[in-house]
């Protein structure tokens, strides 16, 4: 059985890693893939006296926990900022902890992912990060539809992600830029669906609330062109009144079109196709999240591998991180976001495209 060490209890560890968790042990039913002991934090306001949450023992520092159980048996929940994933791992490394679930995304830029994939090398560490989309019940059925071509070639991906994150984009920079937030799962998503891709285009805007501006965290629009002839394009907006998560999947004889659940006040999910023959529409259970942290616990305990996901997030950080550049560089004035001929090099364009 494996224990647990979660490090970082903000946002992702404490709202979502620690209650997936409690779900994912009871989806384990009679596996014994989870010890009964309670799951180890360590977080730097635990040293500010906080009260520890429900079934969980604080620890003031790393080495306190592999003193407590052994870290060859634990699974480390990475829940920190993604800027500091490389250091944080060689120092767990160190300890003799092997297996790491990370926080998406795996990092924030090719520097820190350069130094991410350098301490998975040297150290031997088995890392899977945190991807619930591309195991999550409506990505498999998206998935299925495109591997088995009954409705002809996959054309074009559009997805929609909006919520409101004000409060947090004020109060941490955690995830400095909005394609830090919500894009690392639906490009994910996108590359399993048609295979490799560059960037075409990308744009993002500032955050604004009131007075007061947050760089480059309000809406982003992303731009892709796979090498099997598929277009993706994504808008991401943080400043939406409403939630929404929408995928539309464009093929030669159909159209899907599937919302993943929004928050975890409610775990469905809804797919609806549409072809000459008429529209069906089906509502189902969706708790991807839960169903990700199980499956990653049998990866670690050699049940059942989910290495092929890894790669995914490698070219997932590498292509946000170019769609940066892009969003970073001097606007080309006579560039255009036309959909013809594929341009030289990647166009700075508007988020509503």
Known sequence: ?????????????????????????????????FSPGPVLTYDIRALRGETPLPGTRPVTALP???????????????CTPPGVRSRLLADLAALGYRRVLVEKPLAPDEPELAAVLEARRRH????????????????????????????????????????????????SRAHPTVFDVELPHSVGVALALAGPARVRAAACTDMALGNVEVPRLGQARLVLDHDSGTRTEI???????????????????????????????DDTAQLRTTNETGSAHLVFHDDALADFMLRAYEHFSGRRPVADLFDIQVRTVRLLAEAKRVCAAPADIGATAGVGTAPARPEAVSPRG
């Open 124 to 171: 031997g560490l088995d890392l899977v990060v945190v991807a619930q989309w591309l195991t999550s019940a409506l990505s498999y059925r998206l998935l299925a539809a495109a591997r088995e071509g009954a409705f002809g070639e996959l054309r074009a991906i559009s997805v929609l992600q909006s919520k409101p994150r004000f409060v947090r984009s004020l109060t």
């Open 1 to 33: 059985m494996l224990h647990t060490l979660v490090v970082g209890l903000g946002r992702s560890g404490r709202g979502l890693h620690l209650p997936a968790l409690t779900r994912a042990r009871a989806l384990a039913g009679r596996q014994r893939l």
């Open 64 to 78: 306190e926990a592999a003193a407590l159980v052994d870290p060859a048996r634990t699974v480390v929940h990475l």
């Open 235 to 265: 808008f991401s907006d943080l400043m939406s009144p409403t939630r929404e998560r929408r995928i539309r999947l464009e093929f030669a004889t159909a159209t899907l079109v599937g919302h993943y659940p929004c928050s975890e006040d």
